[in-house]
Every structure is written in C-alpha cells, then in structure tokens.
C-alpha cells in the first residue's frame, strides 16, 4: 500500500515556495506517475488528507496538538509515546479501514 497526500501544488506556488513545487513535477508525480505505476505493480494508492493527520492519538483517538518540529508524539490520555511520523502512518491507516 502507498499513501500520498492529496496536496494543492498550485496553492503552495504562491506561497513561500514559490514555484519550486511546481518545478520540481511534484503534481505530475503525485497525480499521474505513481497511481499509474501502483495499478501497473497492483499495489493500492490512497490519497490522504493533509490536515491533523500528525496530531491525532492512534491509539486513542485524542487530538495532541503540536508543531510538525516535534518529532516524538506523546499522547497524555493513552500514555503512548512513538515517534510522530509512525503515530501518522498509524492513523492513516486506520482511518482508510486497513
């Protein structure tokens, strides 16, 4: 399984990227190239919500608010501590029925 978040591209070029994302072919990639390459290899693709994936508890459901600097994520109603990008990936997945 891939998941990818289903980003804006055209919104982030004006802001303070610039054009940058649009020149590098994020969008070509996201959009056209890997969802072509996953049906071809028969591995499914999921386009995920970018917004509060990072602050919500896996285990709980809790919001944990904090920057996306913080790299560990601890979820004071549960006590788990992991770290952010794995409680993300936890909820992403949850959250699309694996």
Not at 38 to 65: L, M, N
Not at 78 to 84: A, E, H, L, N, T
Request: charged share 20%.
């Amino acid at each position: 399984m891939i998941f990818g978040e289903d980003l804006e591209f055209r919104m982030m070029a004006k802001g303070m990227l610039g054009q940058h994302p649009l020149d590098a072919g994020w969008g070509q990639f996201t959009h056209q190239i890997l969802p072509g390459v996953c049906f071809k290899r028969e591995v499914y693709y999921g386009k995920v919500d970018p917004r509060g994936t990072s602050q919500d508890c896996p285990d709980c459901g809790a919001k944990v608010k904090k920057d996306l600097s913080v790299r560990i994520s601890h979820c004071f109603e549960y006590g788990s501590i992991k770290p952010s990008a794995m409680a993300a990936a936890q909820v992403i997945s949850v959250g699309n029925g694996e």
